[in-house]
């Protein structure tokens, strides 16, 4: 099992930045890797979509609203990944999620809440 603990998030205003992270409390050196640590964010009545993604061999991936303001990384035990947001926008404003997959199943963490006021 993986269990996904969120922290950072917030209320700020636009222009500000935030800092979410995201660790793996069940991740070791006995056990497998995740193939991927991702954000998504999702806003009520809409769907969960993807912010960004960073995999297992340094790959990342971007949401086009997203790029050039928001930068994804990890530790180098891949136990950890942050998403740095920068240059925030109202429209940022969502519960992100933190979702990962190991040996082929996903998993979820609970959400965090980032507020942008104008």
């Known amino acids: 099992q993986v269990q996904l603990e969120e922290s950072g998030g917030g209320l700020v205003q636009a222009g500000e930045s935030l800092r979410l992270s995201c660790a793996d409390s069940t991740a070791s050196l006995r056990t497998p890797l995740n193939t991927y640590m991702a954000w998504y964010r999702q806003t009520p009545g809409t769907e969960r979509d993807l912010v960004a993604a960073?995999?297992?061999?340094?790959?990342?991936k971007y949401a086009d609203s997203v790029k050039g303001r928001f930068t994804i990384s990890r530790d180098r035990a891949f136990k950890t990944v942050y998403l740095q947001m920068n240059s925030l926008k109202p429209e940022d404003t969502a519960v992100y999620f933190c979702?990962?997959?190991?040996?082929?199943?996903?998993?979820w963490g609970q959400g965090t809440q980032v507020t942008v006021s104008s």
């Open positions: 960073i995999y297992v061999n340094g790959v990342t």
């Open positions: 979702n990962t997959a190991r040996s082929g199943r996903t998993y």
